[in-house]
């Protein structure tokens, strides 16, 4: 397989979008293929799971990939840095599909996405209304909203929408920007202060070192600009709108960030859908489905067939 960066400037935006587009073997120019827009998690990059795992892997199984920084992250443009605005994410996907379009060798019938934790909410809700997307496929699919809403301020929604109030007008004024560290510096550090906390303390594993650092995966947000996560719900109109088949692939491992109770909460609500699937993988955590061999080779079985079956 092959992987190409290139760069794109969408007619709704005044910054680019970067993005990976990974090739199967023996990829020609003159075929068409089918097609998986690749999302990657929150606080996460294009170079990290969304396509160095299952970009990869599903390009062995004849698919193009293309893995896309959102904007404001990454090597996507946006000022100022670090914005996770749900509503932008989402038409991020949008906009990369459209690019996929000007692309001679991608079959505009067969796209399917996929989205990792935070992307896997991402891709839900793009589905809802984008319906370009023929399948869509949740690896430990979180729902943001509703993270935020509840563990990220602690239960107290009304007061950190209080506080981003205050810091905007500050920041307007000439203060400098709060951009906040997501994550403990290194797993050693997580211990030290007591973060231990399954999926804390896994992402830090994952983010702060080896295994999965990289220059783009900032797992960093700028503190001011995130009020409207607060008011997103990724699976709002589920019921009627997400009519795709689709599959969220979970954990039996529950950690804090609620990844086993929001996929089985899309599952259950997604009812207009032409075939859902909820996959539940005992012994294995949220990030063990980011990287770990033995648990994306069990994902990858699920998600193979039924993608091939949607997207044939």
């Known amino acids: 397989m092959n992987t190409q960066k290139v760069t794109f ?28 827009i690749s999302v990657h998690p929150f606080g996460s990059c294009k170079e990290q799971t969304s396509s160095a795992v299952y970009g990869k892997a599903l390009a062995a199984q004849g698919y193009v990939v293309l893995a896309f920084d959102a904007s404001f ?62 399948a869509v496929v949740g690896i430990t699919p979180v729902n943001l909203g509703r993270l935020f809403r509840e563990d990220f301020t602690q239960f107290n929604p009304v007061g950190a929408l209080q506080a981003m109030a205050e810091r905007r007008t500050a920041e307007v004024k000439g203060e400098s920007l709060l951009v906040n560290e997501l994550l403990p510096a290194s797993p050693e550090i997580a211990k030290e202060h007591g973060l231990t ?52 692939v979970v954990g039996s491992k529950v950690g804090a960030f609620g990844a086993f109770r929001d996929g089985q909460e899309i599952y259950g609500r997604a ?15 949220h990030y063990d489905l980011y990287d770990n061999p033995k648990a994306v080779s069990q994902a990858m079985e699920q998600m193979i067939p039924f993608l091939a079956k949607h997207l044939a």
């Open 9 to 36: 400037q969408h007619q709704d935006m005044v910054w680019e979008i970067s993005t990976l587009i990974i090739t199967p073997d023996n990829f020609s120019e003159q075929k068409k293929y089918p097609t998986i």
């Open 73 to 134: 992250q990454g090597e996507s443009g946006g000022m100022p840095r670090f914005i996770e605005e749900p509503t932008r994410r989402v038409e991020d996907i949008s906009c990369v599909i459209d690019f996929a379009a000007t692309l001679p060798y991608v079959d505009m019938n067969r796209i399917g996405g996929i989205g990792i934790c935070g992307g896997g909410g991402y891709i839900f809700n793009a589905a809802l209304t984008e319906k370009r997307l023929k």
């Open 197 to 248: 906390e399954r999926d804390v303390f896994e992402a830090t594993d994952y983010y702060k070192t080896a295994r999965g650092q990289s220059p783009g995966g900032a797992t960093k947000m700028l503190f001011s600009h995130a009020q409207k996560i607060l008011s997103w719900d990724a699976f709002a109109f589920a019921e009627t709108l997400l009519t795709q088949p689709l599959m969220s």
């Open 271 to 285: 009812t207009a859908s032409q075939d859902r699937q909820l996959v539940k993988l005992d012994d294995w955590s």
